[in-house]
Nanobody, 121 residues
């Protein structure tokens, strides 16, 4: 059974960097999937932020995320990470890590439970 678990601080101050880690079990971050970060601000829809592929290639959302987002992985720990810099209260959201596959289109087959990150002073 594949499981993903987000971890990181639940409160970040404005202008600081949000850092989250996703620990994967039951699979490897080097298998043929796109290991992704997705968020959902309160009262809004899901926003795909970016992903690191099995190859190590990194893809970022073409929206404003790209300039503030950094995704990496640690294959020895079977983890991948998200860093979002210069956060504002608008970055308050539930952040999910997910395993994404391609089959004629992109779909998520496994989600982490999500972690609420609040940006506030």
């Amino acid at each position: 059974q594949v499981q993903l678990q987000e971890s990181g601080p639940g409160l970040v101050k404005p202008s600081q960097t949000l850092s989250l880690t996703c620990t994967v079990s039951g699979d490897s971050v080097t298998t043929n999937y796109y290991w992704s970060w997705i968020r959902q601000p309160p009262g809004k829809g899901l926003e795909w932020m970016g992903a690191i592929a099995y190859s190590g290639n990194i893809y970022y959302s073409p929206s404003f995320f790209k300039s503030r987002t950094s995704i990496s992985r640690d294959t020895s720990k079977n983890q991948f990470t998200l860093q979002l810099s210069s956060v504002t209260p608008e970055d308050t959201a539930v952040y999910y890590c997910a395993r994404v596959y391609y089959s004629g289109g992109y779909s998520v087959d496994y989600w982490g439970k999500g972690t609420l990150v609040t940006v506030s002073s």
